[in-house]
Nanobody, 127 residues
């Protein structure tokens, strides 16, 4: 399994931006479908975004569409989550996830769709 390490979280005011990064170990990163999930206190982990191996390559939760962008750099074994126009309700621990091979297009995804997880990075948005 691939090892994942997230970074880039922090405290930001509402309306601000952050970019999360997730670096994966291993030499076959390009063959992994990648995702971002988040978990707020007292809530279940929820899907944020995925980037798949084939078109349409990206999917987003309705709550982040138009504000968040997922991308990947296979040369750097890294997946990114660019977060703009942040809201207090975006406050959560954000987790990077990986699944070897393709991930079929759906409007939403679940934790069980992914096999490997990072340790998470805290994002706090103040009002």
């Amino acid at each position: 399994q691939v090892q994942l390490v997230e970074s880039g979280g922090g405290l930001v005011q509402a309306g601000g931006s952050l970019r999360l990064s997730c670096v994966a170990s291993g030499r076959t990163f390009s063959s992994y479908s990648m995702g971002w999930f988040r978990q707020a206190p007292g809530k279940e982990r929820e899907f944020v975004a995925t980037i798949r191996l084939s078109a349409p390559s990206t999917s987003y939760a309705d709550s982040v569409k138009g504000r968040f962008t997922i991308s990947r750099d296979n040369a750097k074994n890294t997946v990114y989550l660019e977060m703009n126009s942040l809201k207090p309700e975006d406050t959560a621990v954000y987790y990077c996830a990986a699944r070897e091979g393709p991930l079929y297009y759906r409007s939403t995804y679940y934790s069980a769709d992914f096999r490997s997880w990072g340790q998470g990075t805290q994002v706090t948005v103040s009002s």
